[in-house]
């Protein structure tokens, strides 16, 4: 879905220039993509900086690592993107199996009010589908793959789980301020378009071609707004507007030595979300 056309060279992995990345190895200092990763006590490291490290092990050293790695902690992970949309699948189950689970973890501007606030439920509506209409979590957790894979890479682990979160955290804010009190919502819409607004934002900062990602995300809006849809488009535009400037802090904090920048703005982010959350606590719509 990405294209690389005008990134710049410290924007791309060095091992694989075709696939940009803002991640470094905390070694060495180079970019290197999701495939070249490997965790290490802070961070991750390059292929090269791992056999240097691995050499310069003791003996002793590399028995404990052989064990470790066999012992039940894989020296890499399975992607966020894919327990995501194991987790999403597994809720979509429990719904179909538990009766009033759908209802105990949905989410509706009303449970924001003084009287009912449950504020969890925010984060919780992402994981659930809608049980009467299946290509609503085919259709999200295939949008998921294709736009999690590739940010996922970019980004790195912790910084693209970061970004689903707080997109679909801020999807229920959409809902918050600009649907029905009583209008109920679940999905993981507000978080893909989350995706779909930080990778956009991205891909323009990098010089890329926009054209087709900027169509495909108008229709989708356009479509929220048709009558009788079933589309919540404040989700939509909550989560976009969330992704976009989380892509916003991405980029302009990438590069070695910005990590700590980077976390103190999607901290201030975090809070400003979490104080819009908590309005109506004080300015209830109904005193």
């Not at 910084?159 to 997109?167: K, V």
């Amino acid at each position: 879905m990405s294209s690389n056309f005008g990134a710049r060279a410290s924007d791309v992995c060095y091992r694989h220039p075709d696939r940009q990345s803002f991640v470094l190895c905390q070694r060495c200092g180079r970019t290197i993509c999701g495939e070249c990763q490997t965790p290490a006590a802070v961070g991750v490291i390059c292929p090269e900086c791992l056999r240097e490290q691995r050499g310069a092990m003791s003996t002793a050293q590399k028995r404990a690592s052989r064990w470790g790695a066999r012992g039940g902690v894989a020296p890499r992970f399975a992607s966020v993107t894919n327990v995501i949309i194991a987790v999403t699948v597994v809720a979509f189950i429990l719904q179909w199996i538990i009766p009033g689970f759908t209802e105990t973890f949905y989410y509706a501007p009303l449970f924001s009010e003084p009287q009912l606030f449950e504020p969890w439920r925010m984060l919780t509506a992402v994981f659930l589908h809608s049980t009467g209409f299946i290509l609503h979590i085919l259709l999200n957790m295939y949008t998921l793959w294709i736009f999690g894979r590739a940010l996922e890479q970019q980004l790195g682990r912790g910084r693209f789980l970061t970004l689903y979160l707080m997109a679909g955290f801020a999807g229920s804010l959409g809902v918050m301020f600009l649907a029905p009190i009583n209008q109920a919502v679940v999905g993981a819409s507000g978080a893909i378009f989350g995706l779909m607004g930080a990778f956009m934002v991205i891909q323009r900062r990098l010089g890329n071609e926009m054209r087709s990602l900027l169509v495909l995300v108008g229709l989708n809006l356009v479509i929220g707004f048709l009558p009788n849809a079933g589309i919540s488009w404040q989700a939509h535009l909550g989560g976009l507007i969330g992704g976009a400037i989380f892509g916003w802090i991405c980029y302009e904090c990438r590069g070695q030595g910005k990590n700590r920048r980077f976390w103190l703005l999607v901290g201030a982010l975090g809070a400003v979300m979490i104080l819009l959350a908590v309005f109506r606590l004080f300015v209830p719509t109904y005193a």
